[in-house]
């Protein structure tokens, strides 16, 4: 069965620095990958997916992530935060080729800015 | 903006009631699917409508239903509620139901059961 782990439930972070939210899946089928942000009363917006190809992959808002297929892990980086990013955010996996796009999140991690 | 509207926006029920959430896909979007987010967690799968027909289902029992209709909406049904059913009701649509499809979240029904 598919899982996510996310491993840290908060980072606090200044304005400006970088920022990496660590998430950690387990698998035992080829997946696909996706990291999605909630703003406060917002629902979920996708900030960028991993299908296939390249490992490293650039999503909006300038975050990328990049999967690693031995550590099973594919975490976000920011090289410099702004206060606009405070929101949580969800690292999720879904299995390829299923004949349903069910989607497993984990528990979040909710980042906050500081000026 | 996704395009995915959803309502209401809050709901107050009391335990053992029905509810009926409902969803406005983006035009064009065959395949919708629901979640549940419960307070400090991360969304669950409740089941994906594709083409009005079920297509998949999570964990959940069978008081939770759903309806597709051809206009891009559908309904989540839940009956006999309980408290444990209280959270932020998400639907989204893609075009089609691969796992590497897309989804376009709305932004939620926040359901209280007392």
């Not at chain 2, 409902?22 to 967690?41: D, E, I």
Request: charge should be neutral; hydrophobic fraction near 30%; aromatic fraction near 12%.
């Amino acid at each position: 069965a598919q899982s996510v782990t996310q491993l840290d439930s908060q980072v606090p972070v200044f304005e400006e620095a970088p920022v990496e939210l660590r998430c950690n899946y387990s698998s035992s089928v080829s997946v696909y990958l996706f990291w999605y942000v909630q703003y406060p009363n917002q629902g979920l917006q996708l900030l960028l997916k991993y299908l296939s190809g390249s490992t490293l992959v650039k999503g909006i808002n300038g975050f990328e992530a990049e999967f690693n297929k031995s550590q099973t892990s594919f975490h976000l980086r920011k090289p410099s935060v702004h206060i606009s990013d405070t929101a949580e955010y969800f690292c999720a996996v879904s299995e390829g080729y299923s004949s349903a796009s069910k989607i497993i999140f984990g528990s979040g991690t909710r980042l906050s800015i500081r000026p | 903006e996704t395009g995915v509207t959803q309502s209401p926006t809050h709901l107050i029920k009391t335990r053992g009631q029905q509810v009926t959430l409902r969803c406005s896909s983006q035009s064009g979007h065959n395949t919708v699917s629901w979640y549940q987010q419960a307070l400090g967690q991360g969304p669950q799968f409740i089941f994906q409508y594709y083409r009005e027909e079920e297509n998949g289902r999570g964990n959940f029992p069978p008081r939770f239903s759903g309806l597709q209709f051809p206009n891009y909406s559908s309904e989540l049904n839940v009956n006999a509620l309980e408290l444990d059913d209280s959270a932020l009701y998400l639907c989204a649509s893609s075009m089609g139901f691969g796992a590497q499809e897309t989804q376009y979240f709305g932004p939620g029904t926040r359901l209280l059961v007392l």
